[in-house]
């Protein structure tokens, strides 16, 4: 079954510096998203990307976070200037349609120090 | 009002047992609801994908949908110790494409 996967698993940045997750989403998707899990709390919407622009936004989802589809399989999220409240599990999920079921990578650790 | 609303347990029963697991929600645009499974250190699981009022059935999991209580409900048969994981509703609204979760409600099934 075709699935989301995600890279690296894990991520140590020190802080003030920029990181990049990436994810490739499952080919015949069209609408992708990137959800953060602080530890402990609920999954909480980022950002929602289609027909390579950002369709909706969180306000968790501040000018240091951009979203990039560079070629024709991977999305990635970029955080600059990483601040210790960014260290959370960062997901990527793809849907075939807006509406439609949305699904899951297995997530990026970000740890902040 | 929280948007959406699920007891974060946690939910201990015997295997065998069926299993309840309920959200509320508050916003009348959320018009989709599902049901993930999370196992630990893991990304959520789509399990149920349903749109209208009723009863959903795959396998040993039901999904079930009031839209006028603005209430949904998992319930998983025969429950077994794999079973054992955190579940999440979610819901999205007509008007966008984000999912809303629940808290999660954190399972255990013990032999």
């Known amino acids: 079954e075709p699935e989301v996967t995600q890279t690296p698993s894990h991520q140590v940045t020190q802080m003030g510096q920029e990181v990049i997750l990436r994810c490739v989403p499952i080919s015949n998707h069209l609408y992708f998203y990137w959800y953060r899990q602080i530890l402990g709390q609920k999954v909480e919407f980022l950002v929602s990307?289609?027909?390579?622009?950002?369709?909706?936004k969180s306000e968790i989802f501040d000018d240091r976070f951009s979203v990039e589809r560079p070629d024709g399989s991977n999305f990635t999220l970029k955080i600059r200037s990483t601040k210790l409240e960014d260290s959370a599990m960062y997901f990527c999920a793809s849907s075939i349609n807006s509406n439609q079921p949305q699904h899951f990578g297995d997530g990026t650790r970000l740890s902040i120090l | 009002q929280k948007e959406v609303e699920q007891d974060p347990g946690p939910l201990s029963v015997p295997e065998g047992a069926i299993v309840s697991l309920n959200c509320t929600y508050s916003n009348s645009a959320f018009q989709y609801f599902m049901w993930y499974r999370q196992y630990s250190r893991k990304g959520p699981e789509l399990l149920m994908y349903t749109y209208s009022s009723g009863n959903k059935e795959d396998g040993r999991f039901t999904a079930q949908v009031d839209k006028s209580s603005k209430y949904i409900s998992l319930f998983i048969r025969d429950s077994q110790p794999s079973d054992s994981a955190t579940y999440l509703c979610a819901m999205i609204d007509y008007n966008t494409d984000k999912l809303i979760f629940g808290t999660g409600t954190r399972l255990q099934v013990f032999p």
């Open positions: 990307f289609y027909n390579n622009e950002i369709s909706e």
